[in-house]
Every structure is written in C-alpha cells, then in structure tokens.
C-alpha cells in the first residue's frame, strides 16, 4: 500500500489540547482531544503542571493516530497555543516550576513596577502592546521572585507551544507571534529587546532563540516517537500563538479581512502594511504583533478575554447543560433581552479601555426578566461587544472599515449567536468552514517545514480553506442596529466605569 503524507496540528488551548491530523488539501483525516489539565489555586490564580501538558498531548496525538488508515504516515508536526503561558526550563530539560496561566493576575505588581520604570509609551515602543500583567515577561519576573530556586535552576523559557515542540524533538526555540507576547521582543527590529530584559532585570539567556514560524526545527526523538506513535522521520516545526495560525489558516492575513477568532477568549486582528510607528492604540488596549514566515506580516489584535467564558458561565448560573442549551433558552427571548444588557468583562476588558481588570456587569433587570432574558442577554452582549471592538479598531491609524469578518473557533457553532453578530455588522460575516482553524494553521506550518508547500500562502491555498456567509436577518438587523448605536454604545462608558469600580 503507498503511504500517503498526513499534516498534524497541535491546538493547546485554554479548555482543550487538540490534535488533528490532514491530508495535503485539508481534509480532516482524524483528531484526538484532551481537557486541558489547569490547577486553580484561588480566584484569578491559575498554573498548568508541564508534565500534565505533556501527557495530554501525549494522549491528543495518540487519539488522532488511531483514525489513520494503515498508508497513513505523519510527514510534519507543529503546535499552535495560547499565548502567555511559559514553562522554565532547567539544563536537563527538566522543568524548574508550573506554568502560570495566561490569565492569572498574580503578576500585577511586577507590571506596574515594570511601568512605572519604563512607562508605558516607551513599552509600547518597544513592543507594541499595552500594560497589562498577562505577558511573559511579567510571568518569569514572578517566579525570580517569589519562586528564586526555580528561577536560578531555568536555562530558557519556553511558551507552551514551544515546549511541545521541545518534548517532542529536542530542539529550544520560539517563533515571533509568541514572542510578541513575551513583552521583551523588539517588534520592528525583530529581535529579542536587550533595553526591555536589562529593565526587568530578568537573565537575557532564558529568551530562546528565535525561528520563522514554518521552520524546520528537527525530527521526533526515538523517546516522543515511543511515547506518541509518531515516525522518528516526523518533521517538527516552529509553530505559534493560537489566534494567528488560525487567522493563517482563514486566509485572514489579507486587506480588508477582519478575523474574529472564538474561543475561551475572544480575539478580533487586522492586518497591517508594515510595523507601526504610532503606538497610541496601545494607551486604549490594543496589542500588536507579527507573523513571520517567508516575509513578516504585522497585525493588530484585541478581544474579550472572556467571551466563551462568558457562555460557559452562563451555563453554570443559570444551570443549563452547556452551550447549546443556553443558545435554546436564549431564542425563546425576543431581541433586546427584555431591556437587559450584559458587559461581558469578567476578568478584563474590552478595548478601548483606559484598565484592562474589570468585572462583569448585568443592567436593565425588573421583576419581568426572566431565564431566557438573561441567557440571551449573554449573547447579545458578546456581539455588542465584537462589533464596538471592531468599529474601534477601524478607526485607529492603519486601520480600515473591513469588507468581511471571518470567524473561526468553538463558538462559531452557536448559531443564535452567529446570527446575532451577522445583524449587527455592516459587511458579511463569513463561518470558516474549519472549526479546527488553529490546528489547521499549524498543519500549514508543518506542511512547509516536512517540504509538502514551498512557503506558508502555498499551504494555504493547498488547504483550500471555505467558509459560509452568515445570512443577515434584515429585522433583526433593524432592531439590533437601533439598539447599538442608540442606546448600548451611549451606556457603554458608564458600564465600564461601574466595572472598573468593583474591580
């Protein structure tokens, strides 16, 4: 029988380690899930254990490879991941401590001492992000100080995607998407920021060496390949954060294309002509980052950070059985909730924003409201809040009102909420026809590096990537229209106020 060459992208996310596997035009051929393994220690505190990772990973790969036919053989392997989320490593390879979780807001305080050295205008000078505690750097000044053992064992920091790549073939490096959420990458330099590492007071040689996303870092060791069931032949490759090798796989990374990517958080990015040189966006919130594969391609990206949490929190409080219960409650709610509005900010929020910590926050209720109300307030105000991100980010420099917002990601299977987003947008929003964009994108990013596509658009275009446009509901788009711009958007500043007081 001839083999035929399977592409696996990797997906480790917030609520589930993914490994999917395709064939060479983007066929899904097979995939493996996990939960993601996270120890919550107190409220907003959060860690996952490597070797924890590890064996979910382990276990996601191995799931997939048994939905392979017999010809099957895994030619390339890369990983996709959240994007704040580091472990230390020591010279064994060993790691020295857990790796905070992207969220926790443990790191405040580093962050504002950081800041208040700095400041932010320089910051975002350096590194085209705002001034908040969720990036890596911040991380690894937390462990030097609360943690100094594991600190002084650790030889390199290696974001989770990165330790995948590592566990699996040997080799330490990092593309720079994730490095752009390390807050110590020089974003138009390229390179690793020596003015932001001595500032931090942080060791220069953790930071690792830093590859194209595509790049072939080296095969699966004899060790992984017993461990996982993949050839000691499979290519790895550099990989990248979760939102941009889905907005690579959506074909977001041209004009006019606004990627709106769902999960457990919520990310909205543009692409951008070249590194910017005004950074005043980041004073509201906005983060910039880049993609580098045969070119850099820069973009902008901001999101609600609690957007699936949003839903899944829903579920809980109102005791629901999960989503798509919550969807079926909500419809039995006419639009506009009854009067209920819900500012979907339970950790952060939204950009623009002067403070990103927040609270949540329900207004309109009365004696009427009822179940379904609240359950499709949730909704509506997940799209409300998209739609102001999005109109916001249109008009800062480089920006531009887009032609077409793809969404990719879990929640794109809620249809009342697809819908609800389709109604208020100006332009058509188009469903990525691959739920699993983030895995595909890393399969792209595989494909380069085992030599399948001469270069990451070939992939692309091989993958063929479709998607359906979400039909416009001309009434509902009537009512939702009246409702954000006459009264959610004039009630959007003293919502997050409010926020902020109870934060």
Not at 64 to 76: E, F, I, S, T, W
Not at 252 to 276: Q, W, Y
Not at 370 to 378: E, F, G, L, S, Y
């Amino acid at each position: 029988m001839a083999e035929r060459p399977v592409l696996m992208g990797l997906d480790l996310g917030t609520s589930s380690i993914r490994a999917l596997a395709f064939d060479e035009s983007g066929s899904t051929l097979a995939e493996g899930s996990v939960p993601t393994p996270v120890r919550k220690t107190g409220e907003d505190y959060a860690h996952y254990e490597p070797d924890e990772t590890w064996q979910a990973v382990v276990q996601a790969i191995r799931s997939a490879l048994a939905g392979l036919a017999p010809g099957d053989r895994v030619a390339g392997i890369a990983a996709a991941s959240i994007g704040e989320s580091a472990v230390p490593v020591d010279a064994d390879g060993r790691p020295t401590h857990p790796a905070i979780a992207w969220f926790d807001k443990r790191t405040e305080p580093q962050c504002r001492a950081l800041a208040e050295m700095i400041g932010g205008q320089e910051m975002a000078a350096i590194t085209g992000l705002s001034v908040e505690p969720i990036f890596g750097i911040f991380k690894m000044k937390w462990i030097q100080e609360n943690a100094p053992d594991a600190y002084d064992r650790a030889r390199t920091w290696l974001n989770m995607a990165d330790y995948a790549a590592y566990r699996l073939c040997g080799v330490v490096a990092t593309d720079y998407s994730l490095a752009s959420r390390t807050y110590a990458l020089d974003l138009a330099r390229l390179e690793w920021s020596e003015a932001m590492i001595e500032a931090a007071g942080v060791d220069a040689n953790l930071f690792p060496p830093l590859r194209p996303s595509g790049a072939a870092l080296g095969t699966v060791t004899a060790e992984a390949a017993a461990l996982t069931g993949l050839p000691e032949t499979c290519v790895v490759a550099a990989g990248g954060h979760d939102h941009i090798c889905g907005s690579l796989a959506a074909g977001a990374f041209h004009e006019g294309v606004t990627l709106n990517s769902m999960g457990s958080a919520e990310n909205v990015l543009n692409v951008l002509e070249a590194c910017p040189r005004d950074f005043d966006a980041t004073a509201l919130g906005f983060d910039h980052g880049v993609l580098v594969t045969e070119a850099a391609h820069y973009f902008r990206l901001a999101g609600c950070r609690t957007s699936g949490v949003s839903v899944q929190w829903g579920t809980e409080l109102f005791g629901v059985t999960g989503p798509d219960e919550l969807a079926r409650l909500a419809a039995q709610a006419p639009p506009g909730s009854s009067g209920v509005r819900y500012l979907p900010h339970l950790r952060f929020a939204t950009p623009p924003c002067v403070t990103k910590p927040a609270t949540g926050v329900f207004w309109g209720l009365s004696p009427d409201v009822t179940k379904a109300d609240m359950c499709r307030a949730i909704l509506e105000g997940l799209a409300f809040d998209t739609q102001r991100l999005i109109d916001a980010m249109a008009d800062l420099p480089g920006g531009s009102r887009p032609t077409e917002i793809r969404a990719i990601g879990g929640s794109i299977r809620n249809d009342l909420l697809m819908t609800m987003k389709a109604a208020v947008a100006p332009c058509p929003t188009v469903v990525v026809s691959q739920p699993e964009a983030v895995s595909q994108g890393a399969a792209i990013l595989a494909g380069v590096a085992a030599g399948l596509y001469r270069d990451a658009e070939s992939g692309v275009e091989a993958m063929s990537v479709e998607g359906r446009e979400v039909p416009r509901d001309p009434a509902l788009a009537e009512i939702y229209g009246r409702l954000y711009r006459d009264e959610v958007l004039e009630q959007y500043d003293r919502a997050m106020a409010l926020s902020r007081d109870f934060s």
